[in-house]
Every structure is written in structure tokens, then in C-alpha cells.
């Protein structure tokens, strides 16, 4: 069984990016917990939890934060397991704030930052990593990537039917 995938956000608005992590995460069995942790309003929390995620199974962990985000360093800063940001859009810039809040880490903490609002992409990162050591777990995102092509080629095959005569 595969390591689980531990996801925390900075407040519950964040939700609809988050779920697009479990939607992918649940896709792939692989399992996961969800927390909501300030890096401001909850530090404690939020690092207790960090220190003992690997004691308590998980393999990789997915911070979601807007604007300062501050939350996927403050993870990182207190364990050696694998945290990817994700920077999530708010009214203030577009998520640009939360961008390079996540991804101007210091040497020393690395976070792996995805795209703005890119729970998708970061549960499937989270997935790569567990898939290092789970071969079952390498079987179903190669299968994954397949179908994804697939679904690819059927619509260059539609539209190659209408345009290219």
C-alpha cells in the first residue's frame, strides 16, 4: 500500500483547488489526509503536524496558499519529506503573490512549486514521488498518461475529419 499524501490549506476557501488533489489522489487509490493549518493563524498546528508526518505514514505532503503562502515553506521547514505548493488565486494579484511566496524558497528548504491553482498537477507530483517506490502505484500513471494520449488523438482525429479533406 502507498505511503498517504498528506494536504493541508490555509483556510477552507481554498477547497475547490484542493479538491481537484483529491479528485486525482482518489483516482489513483492512492490515500491522503486534510487539514486546514494556518502558517499564521495556526503555526503550532501546522508544525506539529509537519514533524510527525513521516512517523505517521505519509510519504509526500501538498500545501495549498494564497497570497502570502507562507504555508508550504512553513511545512517544509519542519520535515525532510517531499512538499509541493500550491499557489492559489485570490481578488489581490491573480496568485502572482502567492507564486513567488511559494516558490522563492531559501536554500536548504527546497518546496516544488506547480502552477497557480494547481491541485491537479500537484497530487500527480505527489504521486511520482510515492511511485518511486511502488511499482503498482508506477503501473497506473503509466496507464494514466496512455488514456490521457488517447483522449488526445480522439479529438485530432475529429477535428483532422472536419478540416482536413
Same mark, same amino acid.
Given at each position: 500500500m502507498s505511503k498517504k499524501v498528506?494536504?493541508?490549506m490555509g483556510s477552507d476557501s481554498d477547497l475547490p483547488i484542493v479538491r481537484k488533489a483529491t479528485d486525482m489522489l482518489d483516482s489513483l487509490g492512492i490515500p491522503y489526509e486534510v487539514h486546514v493549518y494556518s502558517a499564521h493563524r495556526t503555526p503550532v498546528e501546522a508544525a506539529e503536524?509537519?514533524?510527525? #508526518?513521516? =512517523?505517521?505514514?505519509?510519504g509526500a505532503m501538498i500545501a495549498f496558499a494564497g497570497m502570502a503562502a507562507h504555508l508550504a515553506g512553513a511545512v517544509a521547514a519542519n520535515t525532510t519529506l517531499p512538499v509541493i505548493g500550491v499557489p492559489c488565486?485570490?481578488?489581490?494579484?491573480?496568485?502572482?503573490?502567492?507564486?513567488?511566496?511559494?516558490?522563492q524558497m531559501p536554500t536548504g528548504i527546497p518546496v516544488a512549486t506547480v502552477a497557480i491553482n494547481g491541485g491537479g498537477n500537484a497530487a500527480l507530483l505527489a504521486a511520482?514521488?510515492? #511511485?518511486? =517506490?511502488?511499482?503498482t502505484l508506477a503501473e497506473k500513471l503509466i496507464a494514466k498518461r496512455a488514456a490521457d494520449a488517447a483522449k488526445v488523438l480522439e479529438k485530432d482525429a475529429a477535428v483532422s475529419a472536419e478540416f482536413n479533406r
Open positions: 498528506g494536504i493541508l503536524f509537519s514533524k510527525n #508526518a513521516r =512517523a505517521s505514514g505519509f488565486k485570490s481578488s489581490n494579484l491573480d496568485g502572482l503573490d502567492a507564486l513567488l511566496s511559494t516558490v511520482q514521488i510515492l #511511485a518511486t =517506490a511502488d511499482e
